[in-house]
C-alpha cells in the first residue's frame, strides 16, 4: 500500500498533463456510448417507416448518419489527443523516477556496491523505472479511471433504456470482484519470481559482457551458456506460469462469460417479447446488446490491471528499495589540503564487523614524500587506500590529513585534493581531453595538451588525427593498456592534486613501456606525496619510506636499503624478484 501511495504521489509532477489527458479520454469514451443511441435512432426510424408502409426521408437519415460519423470523428481525435497527452506524462515520470534512482545511486557509499551485483542495480534503475512507466503511469493509474468511467457510463445508459436487465447485469460486480481476487493471489508471487528472474538475467548478461575476454581466455563460453541457459529457463517457467493464470482469468474466461451473458439477455428480452409484457424496439434491442458487449471490454481490462498493478508494485518497491538505501552522512565543512601530511592514528578497520582487515596502524608521511606500500596478497595495501579515499571509514584511530581527521570533513573536499591512476586505468566516453580535464572548465586545451606532452604522450597524440579530441568509447578499449596510464597520469597532472596515489602503475606491462611509465611517473609524483601500491619492487626503491604490510599488520618499515639490511621479509621478496627477472 506504501509503494502504492508513493507511486501515486509521482502524478503530482504530471497532473497538467494527465489531467487534460484523462479528460480528454473521459469526453471520447462518452461520446463513444453515445453513438449506439443514434444509431438506435435511425434503425427505429427505417423499422418503423417499413412497418407502416412510410416513405422515408432520406434528408433524416443522412442527417442522423452524418452526426453518427461526426461523434465517432471528434470521439476518435479526443482519444488521440488525450492518449498522447497520457502516454507523454507516463514516459516524463518514469525520467522523473530513473533520474532519482540515478542521483540516489550515485550518492551511495561504496560498501553498498560490495554485495548487490551491478547488473542487478542497474535492472532497477532502467527496467523497473520502464516497468512503472508502462505498467503504472500509462496503463494502471488512466486505464482504472477510464475503463471505470465507461461502466459507469455503460450502467446509466443501461439504466435508462431498461432498469431490469441494467439491474441484473450489477450482479456481474460481485462476480467480478471474487474473480479478481482470486487471480491476485494467485499471481502475485508468480510475478515476484519473474521479476526476479529478469533482474537474475541482467546480472548475469553484465557479468558475462565485463568479463567477456577471461571467458574466452578460459574457454568458459559453455560453461557460462549453461548458466546463462539456466537463468532464462527459470524466467520461461515463471513467464508460462503466469500467462497461465493470466489466459485463463482474463480472456478465456471472459470470453466464454460475455457469449453467456449476452444469450441470457437475449433469452429474456425475447421471452419477455413474446409473452407480450415487454414492448421493445429493434433500436433499443440494438442498444441493449451493444451496451453488454461494451461492458465486458472495460471489465477484462480491469481484471488485466490487477496483473499490471501487482507488476509495478513489485517494480516500485524494487526502486524505492534503492531509493530508500540511506546515503552517506557527510559534513559541511571542507577539508583544506596546503601540504599533503598524511597520519595514521592507530587505524583499525573491517569491511564487515569483527572481520578486522588493518590493526592498529601507525605511520606518518610528510607533504612530498614517496611511500610505497607492498606485501602479499590481500595484506590490506588496497585497504589502506580505501581508507585515505574515505570510501569507508575506519572502525577506531584516524586518518589525518593536514592535521585534520578526515572522517570529519566531506568526501568529495577530501577526493578533489588526491589523484589516484588505476593499474587498468578507467576511461570515461568522451574525448581525451575531456577525460584529463575531467569536465573542469579551468583545464583548457592547452593544459590538457601540456600535461599530455610532459607525461610523455606526445607520440600518442600525434599519431592520432583528432590529437586531444580524439574519441574515448567503452572505456578506452581503442587504446593499449599503456596509453590510458598515460592518459591517466595527464589527468592527473592536470588537476594538480595535492596526494596521489599510483596503484600497481607498473606491473603487467613490457619493458619499453615501463620506462614511458616510470618517466611519466616521475613528472607527476614531483611535489606530491605519493602513494605506490606496488607489486615490482623496483618501481619504489627510491621511496623515502616503504612499508610491509602483512595480514593488515605492519610488518618492516623503512627505506629500501634499511629492509634490504634487515633481512626480512622485504629482502626475501626483493631476492624473489631479482631471481625471476
Ligand atoms: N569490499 C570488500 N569486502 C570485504 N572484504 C574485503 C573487501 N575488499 C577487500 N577485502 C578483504 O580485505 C583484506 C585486505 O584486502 P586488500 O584489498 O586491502 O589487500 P591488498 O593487499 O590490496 O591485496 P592485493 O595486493 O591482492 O590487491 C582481504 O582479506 C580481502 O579479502
Partial sequence: MKTFTRLLGYLRYEWKLLLSGFIL??????????????????????????????TVNITFITEQFGFYLIITFIS????????????????RLSKVIRDEAHEHMQKLPVSYFDDIPAGKISARIVNDTEVLRENFFANFTTQILINTMTILGVYI???????????????????????????????????????????????????IV?????????????????????????????????????????????GLFKSIVTLLVMLYIGTQFTSGILSISIGTLYIV???VERLFDPITMIVRLITILQQALSAGMRVFELMDTPVEKDSDKSLIVTQGNVEFNDVTFAYKEGNNVLH?????????????????????????????????????????????????????????????????????????????????????????????????????????????????????????????????FARTL???????ILDEATSHIDTETEEV???????????????????????????????????????????????????????QMYQMQGSMA
Fill in 517 to 571: 611509465i616510470q618517466h611519466a611517473m616521475k613528472v607527476v609524483k614531483e611535489g606530491r606525496t605519493t602513494f605506490i601500491v606496488a607489486h615490482r619492487l623496483s618501481t619504489i626503491k627510491d621511496a623515502d619510506q616503504i612499508i610491509v604490510m602483512d595480514n593488515g599488520h605492519i610488518q618492516e618499515r623503512g627505506t629500501h636499503r634499511e629492509l634490504l639490511d634487515l633481512g626480512g621479509t622485504y629482502t
Fill in 289 to 291: 446488446i451493444n451496451y
Fill in 157 to 207: 445508459g443501461m439504466f435508462a433504456v431498461s432498469p431490469t436487465i441494467a439491474s441484473w447485469l450489477l450482479l456481474l460486480i460481485p462476480i467480478i470482484v471474487v474473480w479478481q481476487m482470486a487471480f491476485s493471489k494467485k499471481i502475485q508471487p508468480i510475478n515476484t519470481l519473474w521479476r526476479e528472474s529478469v533482474s537474475e538475467l541482467n546480472s548475469k548478461i553484465a557479468e
Fill in 360 to 488: 592498529q596502524l601507525n605511520f606518518n608521511v610528510n607533504a612530498g614524500e614517496t611511500i610505497g606500500l607492498v606485501g602479499h596478497t590481500g595484506s590490506g595495501k588496497s585497504s589502506i587506500i580505501n581508507l585515505l579515499f574515505r570510501f569507508y571509514d575506519p572502525q577506531a584511530g584516524q586518518v589525518i590529513i593536514d592535521g585534520q581527521n578526515i572522517e570529519e570533513y566531506n568526501r568529495e573536499s577530501i577526493r578533489e585534493k588526491m589523484g589516484i591512476v588505476l593499474q587498468e586505468p578507467y576511461l570515461f566516453s568522451g574525448t581525451i581531453a575531456t577525460n584529463i580535464s575531467m569536465n573542469n572548465p579551468e583545464i583548457t586545451d592547452d593544459m590538457v595538451l601540456e600535461a599530455l606532452i610532459k607525461v610523455g604522450a606526445q607520440p600518442l597524440i600525434n599519431k592520432l588525427e583528432k590529437g586531444i579530441h580524439a574519441e574515448v568509447v567503452e572505456k578506452g578499449q581503442a587504446f593499449s593498456s599503456g596509453e590510458r596510464q598515460l592518459i591517466s
Fill in 76 to 91: 476518435a481525435i479526443l482519444g488521440y489527443v488525450g492518449y498522447l497527452l497520457l502516454a507523454n506524462g507516463s514516459n
Fill in 210 to 254: 565485463q568479463g567477456v575476454s577471461i571467458v574466452q581466455v578460459f574457454n568458459q563460453q559453455e560453461h557460462m551458456a549453461e548458466e546463462f541457459e539456466q537463468v532464462n529457463q527459470t524466467w520461461l517457467n515463471t513467464r508460462k506460469e503466469s500467462l497461465k493464470y493470466e489466459a485463463f482469468f482474463a480472456w478465456n474466461l471472459s
Fill in 494 to 500: 592536470a588537476n594538480n592534486p595535492k596526494i596521489l
Fill in 25 to 54: 479520454l473521459i469526453f471520447s469514451t462518452g461520446l463513444s456510448i453515445y453513438t449506439p443511441i443514434i444509431a438506435s435512432k435511425m434503425i427505429d426510424y427505417v423499422s418503423l417507416s417499413v412497418a407502416n408502409e412510410e
